[in-house]
């Protein structure tokens, strides 16, 4: 074969060698890219989830408004320091309301526990109340319940422990508040409930679920934030 046809044929293997190199560079180009934007919008994604996380955390729900589920009766209890407490009293607070009685050796005490929690993560805003109510009055005097009050630290002008008559605690528990109460105080309900600045039921929280102590936190905050809206 003469020489000038080999030189072509060289030049041709020296051109297609080129050509499949720039082809091959530009796949890894495209491929690098492509790449690129998968793991950037996997970071995208992660991010937002991890801001949806913190709502969840913060709020227990994403949500914009909490459901009115019935409003509370008017009600009048005796306070552990002798003086009566009515939901008047409460008008314009938001408050936390639970059942107990200070000889369970049942959840009681993970109730009071989380109230404690509940008012230390509130401490001195006057906006936010907590109430527990003795299902057993005989045996919790004000006496008893003032030092079972202070075993929990809890704060005279923002946690009350309320007493009366078994009858009208009964009545007011089963019919206002819709929550299970008798006879005997060991079948009392272990929820809490959530009542907004207008008495009105916001919501009924599990206190034995730790999650749902953290909703309750996060509905309190919300309650807040639509009166601080109000006010401005």
């Known amino acids: 074969m003469p020489e000038s046809v080999n030189g072509c044929l060289d030049l041709v293997r020296i051109n297609l060698s080129n050509h499949n190199r720039t082809t091959k560079n530009v796949w890894i180009f495209w491929l690098t890219c492509i790449a690129s ?31 009115k589920l019935g409003s509370v009766s008017p009600f009048k209890f ?36 989380h109230m404690s929690r509940l008012q230390r993560s509130f401490n001195g805003n006057e906006l936010v109340k907590f109430v527990s109510l003795t299902v057993d009055p005989e045996v919790d005097t004000l006496e008893v319940l003032k030092k079972y009050a202070d075993s929990y630290h809890a704060r005279a002008d923002q946690w009350f ?9 009964v009545k007011f528990v089963t019919k206002s508040l819709k929550l299970p109460a008798g006879e005997n105080p060991v079948l009392h309900s272990t929820r809490f409930v959530l009542v907004d600045a207008n008495g009105e039921v916001r919501g009924y929280y599990d206190s ?12 309190i905050k919300l309650l807040l934030e639509s009166i601080s809206d109000q006010n401005s």
């Open 208 to 219: 034995q679920e730790r999650a749902q102590m953290e909703r309750l936190k996060g509905h």
């Open 37 to 67: 934007a998968i793991v950037l919008g996997l970071i995208t994604m992660m991010n937002y989830q991890n801001k949806i996380d913190q709502m969840i955390d913060e709020t227990g729900g994403v949500v914009l408004s909490l459901p």
């Open 78 to 113: 005796q306070e552990r320091s002798g003086a009566d407490l009515q939901n008047a009293d409460l008008a314009g607070h938001i408050w936390v309301f639970n059942l107990m009685f200070t000889s369970c050796h049942g959840p009681c005490p993970l109730m009071s526990h």
């Open 161 to 169: 422990f309320l007493t009366g008559e078994k009858e009208k605690i």
